[in-house]
């Protein structure tokens, strides 16, 4: 089981930055790649960004490439979502998820992803 904690959100101004963090509970979490997703209200749950389990590939949703960085510090056991140049279609609530250890599924289906925080909410003001 890996239990992940996102924290970072709040409420932000368009055009500013926000760093997101998720950490996870479990030694193994440099085995897992590990994806953002995030909901805004009435809309379905979509990708955002991922990143292998070494880091060396990165994956993002048109919508935020560009903008948006994934990381990773596997001897922090936490991956990170730098967020810059927000806009109010960035208002959302963000989760981390993780896939499970050493499964290379779809980076953007979230189904392909076992293990998920609790979320944290982003909101940009226009």
């Known amino acids: 089981q890996v239990q992940l904690v996102e924290s970072g959100g709040g409420l932000v101004q368009g055009g500013d930055s926000l760093r997101l963090s998720c950490a996870a509970s479990?030694?193994?979490?440099?085995?897992?790649?590990m994806g953002w997703f995030r909901q805004a209200p009435g809309k379905e749950r979509e990708f955002v960004a991922a990143i292998s389990w070494s880091g060396g590939s990165t994956y993002y949703a048109d919508s935020v490439k560009g903008r948006f960085t994934i990381s990773r510090d596997n001897a922090k056991n936490t991956v990170y979502l730098q967020m810059n140049s927000l806009k109010p279609e960035d208002t959302a609530v963000y989760y981390c998820?993780?896939?499970?250890?050493?499964?290379?599924?779809?980076?953007?289906?979230?189904?392909?992803?076992?293990?998920w925080g609790q979320g944290t909410q982003v909101t940009v003001s226009s």
């Open positions: 998820a993780a896939q499970p250890s050493r499964y290379s599924g779809s980076y953007v289906d979230l189904y392909e992803y076992a293990y």
């Open positions: 479990r030694r193994t979490f440099s085995s897992h790649t």
